[in-house]
Structures are given as structure tokens and as C-alpha cells.
T-cell receptor
Framework: GNSVTQMEGPVTLSEEAFLTINCTYTATGYPSLFWYVQYPGEGLQLLLKATKADDKGSNKGFEATYRKETTSFHLEKGSVQVSDSAVYFCALSAVRSGGSYIPTFGRGTSLIVHP | GAGVSQSPRYKVAKRGQDVALRCDPISGHVSLFWYQQALGQGPEFLTYFQNEAQLDKSGLPSDRFFAERPEGSVSTLKIQRTQQEDSAVYLC??????????????FGDGTRLSIL
């Protein structure tokens, strides 16, 4: 079946530090890959996506590259801000048995950025 | 509003009571999903609608859980005879098209359900 594995958190960084959150996946077929962000008390918001191998998704300084050879989609940002503190979810969307596209989410990685 | 709207935001019920959670998706979105999110975990799939048809309910944890979307827009998730293990945040998401893995999901802010 489809699955997503994220590095465990919390990840604690100082402002302006470099961020990497690892994500690997297993899936049948050719999935689309997503990163979502969740702020306290809110639902998930799409951060970026990539729909085919070697695509790079980017938004608000965050980037992730779809690596088919390593089945990875690691999230990076060159200089984090306090406002980036949130929980980040890696997800994939691929066909499941029955033909429907039901997203599969990782467990989330909490990011805490200190001033 | 332009986003997915869920109500109530918070619900407290006694064990054994029935509850109903509402989701109003983005207008025109064909696909609607319900998820259960336990504390510190990612969303776990419950059920999926394409318009008014419930195409996948494989994630519903028991026959106490029931969902409907009778007119292909608003959806209701009902939990009968609630148990303490039902305490979680219930998220609703919608997407524009069905059968397209490239479509991102648009989430509501969720309903936090607490069973006493």
C-alpha cells in the first residue's frame, strides 16, 4: 500500500538557520507529492507540490524536489523565520485499489523556530 | 466565504451520545474527504465523496460512523453512541476535480470533538 515516512520532530532551530525535513514514500504507480503546513487550531494548507519526477515545488522560500530514484521529497528552506513555526505534513496522492485517489499523509514534523 | 467551512469548531459530548459534524466545501468542488486527526498525528482517511456518491468508506472505524452528502455539496459526518476513543479533530477537505492526483486538497479548520 501507499505510505509516507517523515522525520520525527520537534525540529528546533534559531531564526535564519537552514531547514531540512526529510520525507520518503512508497506508492504504486506515479504519485503526486505535496507538503502541507498546519498552524495551531487550523486545518492544513498546501505549501507546495510536485507532480512528476525531478519537478521542484517552491513557495514562500520553501523548496522540495521529487526524487524518484530515492523515493524522497525533502522540504528545505535556506533561512527560517519565527513565523514558520508550525507542523509540516508530507503527503502523496496515488491511485488506490478501487481506482480512487485518496491522499496518504505522514505523521507530521513540528518545527519550532526561536528568535 | 471562499474556503471550506466546518461547524461546530468545538464539540463536547458525553459518552453514548450521538454527534453530527458539518462540512461546507468550496462551491463547485466535486470531491469531498473526511479525515480523523489524533493529537500529534497526521490526518487519517475516513471517507470520500464524488458529488453525492460515497465512493470510498474504507477508513470509517466502525458502523457507528456514518457520512452523507445528499445534494453533492454540504456533508455531514455522524457518530452514534460516541466512545472516548472518538475524541479527535475531524477535518474536511475538498478538491476541484475527481480522479486527478495532481489536485491539492483544501481543508477546513476542523471540529475538535471531546468525549467525556
Amino acid at each position: 500500500g501507499n505510505s509516507v515516512t517523515q522525520m520525527e520532530g520537534p525540529v528546533t532551530l534559531s531564526e535564519e538557520a537552514f531547514l531540512t525535513i526529510n520525507c520518503t514514500y512508497t506508492a504504486t504507480g506515479y504519485p503526486s507529492l505535496f507538503w502541507y503546513v498546519q498552524y495551531p487550531g487550523e486545518g492544513l494548507q498546501l505549501l507546495l507540490k510536485a507532480t512528476k519526477a525531478d519537478d521542484k515545488g517552491s513557495n514562500k522560500g520553501f523548496e522540495a524536489t521529487y526524487r524518484k530514484e530515492t523515493t524522497s521529497f525533502h522540504l528545505e528552506k535556506g533561512s527560517v523565520q519565527v513565523s514558520d513555526s508550525a507542523v509540516y505534513f508530507c503527503a502523496l496522492s496515488a491511485v488506490r485499489s478501487g481506482g480512487s485517489y485518496i491522499p496518504t499523509f505522514g505523521r507530521g514534523t513540528s518545527l519550532i523556530v526561536h528568535p | 466565504g471562499a474556503g471550506v467551512s466546518q461547524s461546530p469548531r468545538y464539540k463536547v459530548a458525553k459518552r453514548g451520545q450521538d454527534v453530527a459534524l458539518r462540512c461546507d466545501p468550496i462551491s463547485g468542488h466535486v470531491s469531498l474527504f473526511w479525515y480523523q486527526q489524533a493529537l500529534g498525528q497526521g490526518p487519517e482517511f475516513l471517507t470520500y465523496f464524488q458529488n453525492e456518491a460515497q465512493l470510498d468508506k474504507s477508513g470509517l472505524p466502525s458502523d457507528r460512523f456514518f457520512a452523507e452528502r445528499p445534494e453533492g455539496s454540504v456533508s455531514t459526518l455522524k457518530i452514534q453512541r460516541t466512545q472516548q476513543e472518538d475524541s479527535a479533530v475531524y477535518l474536511c477537505a475538498s478538491s476541484h476535480r475527481e480522479g486527478d492526483s495532481k489536485q491539492p486538497q483544501h481543508f477546513g479548520d476542523g471540529t475538535r470533538l471531546s468525549i467525556l
